[in-house]
């Protein structure tokens, strides 16, 4: 479904990816760790179509198509989709109609016609109990007043009503206390699917003893450094990302 | 960044849309202001001697007075000797129903989206059209009749209620309040005169529509709304022009008297042509919007979306007089390429337990100037008023600016005053935030410009609400800031 080949990318000439290989399929949830700065969310942000990111070298493939070529909304309508790790705010419009629209847009892309009125209702309060979705939330304006957590739980929701293929989650369990991190971890679950596809980005294990990977990969300075099982985010946990860096400064020539 | 610059770009290049003229014969006076042409204008509308008296009063102060010289833009030189004064469409000067109208003159309103027809009406809104300096069309009447509701336009209530016309007119902007509005005493052309009786709720919306049409013409209009004791009227305003490439005036005054438990409910959304995006052309909006809330227990409430115009140059204000009496003044002002706005509104205390309510959002985009300038005054006697401002400012771009001058003079201590203000920036992050969600961005500044301004379009009636909203989007459609 996805395939990253050796993709460099900068922010103001600052290279921060350099050289990222992935391989997703569909049905596969893949986590990826890593200490802070190591282009956890550069990665999320590259594959949403983030303006202020410049790709510099290597390829996207989506759905064998090129993703790095299309603009954000075509990336989304495409059904690519990103959990923000910090969800914004948009005073005054309704959740509600903003996800009609959002829908819509999407069937639009598809050569679908607009959802009627009842059928998307129908929807939204199927997926709202699915999710365990607040209902009082999803009558306010988008993200207005929300606590961190609500946000999160919000984009979850939209999630779940856009349906994509591919869902990239970054940091989504930052901020959320133990009973938000469970509801939110069951909603993911039972969107799981053999015909989607999950990438997880965390610092912690906790939220893969949930949402429980299908294979792990350790981000460090712009790289996939190791490549495992849920093991591996065990023995991440354990010994911290030290012992890591340590190995790579080794294999890194002196500059 | 390439991508705004696109969009700010096509923003600033976008048509407008009813930049059309209506090519129809007209009878137009010379250019030029002199009690000669406001003899002719009198004459012409065979007005009583009193009022052309009152005129020509006008005129005096008009001379008298000077340009002000406190507002933040640059005032234009307006050359009131090349200015017509008085415009309107051959034939018949008064129409006795709508068969008698020019068919081109109702297809220019049809291509306005104003339903003039009756079996059109069952919107239930009642339209005066006034095109140039005629009212054209005034559809529901008999219906307004049966409850003693006067709805006409001003040339017909001087004739058929002058008692009425000659008791309320001036009283509530005095002829000498400002250059432009002694301008419009001299020389105003017509506009719209209601009267809604004792306890009498007016059952559907009344609605003027205004179009400058003729090439060097001014608009000068007059509305006079009054509501007596106990009544309930919601009016509402639109207005067009044609392109042009010189700018054209338009100085109107609005007077709004509410007696005793009376409510006024007064909308406008302005769409005269905003000039092209050098700034060439485009309508001057000079204009006096004054309401008293005179009997205890009013209410006046004001709601503005100003969208076109070059320069829009207006403050419509309550004058808070009965106790317990309430002023609204909820705003929206869009500024776009060379654009420019200094608006606001005067709120003046002056009976026990008065309240007034601020509301006004700001949008500025290309190279769009904004300014809220507020007066909040609380008179000694004022015992318990207050007051609750919000002024916010949007800004789509870089190169647009917004400004807030707000007045607060306060002369009695029981008053409570609340000012809120903010400036926020259409963030990148929000346009992203709903580009992930598969919407483009020209979509999602319009929906973010539509949710920072529903506090005020919630205010508007259902059908200006909607035509507000698409207004908006064309207004500003695809800005990225």
């Known amino acids: 479904m996805l395939n990253i080949k050796n993709l460099h990318a900068a922010v103001e000439g600052n290279a921060i990816l350099k050289g990222i290989n992935l391989n997703v399929k569909a049905g596969e949830v893949h986590a990826i760790m890593g200490p802070n700065g190591s282009g956890k969310s550069s990665l999320a942000s590259v594959l949403a179509g983030r303006e202020a990111y410049e790709v510099t070298e290597g390829s996207v493939e989506f759905e064998g198509k090129d993703l790095l070529d299309m603009s954000p909304e075509v990336r989304a309508r495409e059904g690519v989709f990103l959990a923000f790790q910090y969800p914004v705010e948009i005073p005054g419009v309704s959740n509600i109609n903003f996800l009609k629209t959002a829908v819509n847009e999407i069937r639009a892309h598809h050569g679908q016609p607009p959802m009627q009125a009842k059928a998307f209702l129908d929807m939204l309060k199927q997926k709202q109990k699915l999710m365990e979705f607040d209902a009082n939330l999803m009558n306010r304006s988008l993200n207005e007043g929300f606590s961190g957590g609500e946000k999160k739980r919000n984009d979850i929701f939209q999630m779940a009503m856009l349906e994509p293929k591919l869902a990239i989650m970054d940091e989504t369990d930052s901020g959320l206390d133990i009973d938000a991190l469970r509801v939110v971890s069951a909603g993911v679950n039972k969107l799981r699917s053999k015909d989607n596809a999950f990438v997880i980005i965390t610092h912690y294990q906790r939220l893969l003893e949930y949402i429980v990977p299908d294979y792990v990969h350790v981000l460090y300075n712009g790289r996939i450094v190791k490549s495992g099982t849920k093991e591996l985010a065990l023995e991440l946990e354990e010994k911290g990302y030290d012992w890591l860096k340590a190995d790579i400064r080794l294999e890194e020539p002196v500059q | ?481």
Not at chain 2, 317 to 330: A, K, M, P, R, T
Not at chain 2, 355 to 372: C, D, F, L
Not at chain 2, 450 to 461: M, S
């Open chain 2, 1 to 481: 960044m390439s991508a705004e610059q696109d969009i700010l770009q096509e923003l600033a290049g976008r048509e407008y849309e009813f930049g059309f003229e209506t090519q129809i014969e007209m009878d137009i006076a010379p250019p030029g202001l002199n009690e000669e042409t406001i003899r002719f204008i009198s004459m012409k509308k065979n007005e009583p001697e009193w009022l052309l008296e009152w005129r020509l009063k006008g005129y005096q102060l008009f001379k008298k007075l000077s340009m002000p010289t406190w507002q933040n833009f640059e005032l234009p030189e307006v050359d009131f000797q090349g200015v017509s004064y008085y415009a309107a469409p051959k034939n018949k000067v008064k129409y006795e129903s709508l068969d008698e109208v020019d068919p081109e003159l109702l297809r220019t309103f049809e291509k306005l989206g104003i339903p003039l027809e009756e079996q059109k009406m069952l919107s239930g809104v009642a339209v005066d059209a006034v095109f140039d300096s005629i009212s054209v069309a005034t559809t529901f009447k008999k219906q307004l009749n049966e409850l003693g509701i006067i709805f006409c336009s001003f040339g017909e209530a001087v004739q058929d209620h002058p008692e009425l016309v000659k008791k309320y007119l001036g009283t509530v902007v005095p002829q000498s309040d400002n250059i432009y509005a002694a301008l419009n005493c001299a020389v105003f052309s017509d506009g719209s005169f209601v009267y809604i009786p004792k306890g009498v709720r007016c059952p559907m919306e009344l609605s003027t529509y205004f179009r400058i049409n003729a090439k060097n013409t001014g608009q000068f209009e007059r509305t006079l709304i009054i509501a007596d004791e106990g009544s309930y009227v919601s009016y509402l305003e639109g207005c067009t022009a044609p392109m042009r490439d010189e700018n054209q005036l338009h100085a109107a005054v609005v007077e709004l008297i509410a007696l005793d438990n009376a409510e006024i409910k007064y909308s406008t959304v302005q769409n005269w042509y905003p000039g092209d995006k050098d700034g060439k052309g485009g309508i001057y909006n000079f204009v006096t919007k004054r309401g008293i809330c005179k009997g205890h227990h009013s209410k006046i409430s004001w709601t503005q979306v100003e969208t076109g115009s070059a320069i829009t140059w207006k403050y419509p204000g309550v004058i808070l007089q009965g106790d317990n009496s309430i002023g609204e003044f909820y705003s929206v002002a869009v500024t776009s390429k060379k654009q420019v706005a200094d608006t606001g509104t005067k709120m003046v205390h002056i009976g026990k337990n008065t309240k007034s309510r601020i509301i006004s959002k700001g949008i500025s985009a290309v190279h769009g100037q904004n300014t809220y300038r507020g007066l909040v005054k609380i008179g000694p006697n004022a015992s318990n008023a207050r007051n609750f401002t919000q002024c916010d400012s949007l800004l789509i771009g870089d190169r647009c600016g917004a400004h807030t001058f707000p007045y607060i003079e306060s002369k009695n201590n029981t008053a409570m005053v609340e000012h809120e203000a903010t400036t926020s920036k259409i963030g990148e992050d929000q346009v992203f935030y709903l580009n992930q969600r598969g919407i483009d961005s020209e979509q999602a500044v319009n929906m973010i410009v539509n949710g920072y301004a529903k506090e005020v379009l919630n205010q508007l009636p259902m059908e200006f609400a909607v035509e507000a909203q698409k207004l908006l989007s064309i207004t500003l459609e695809g800005s990225v800031g």
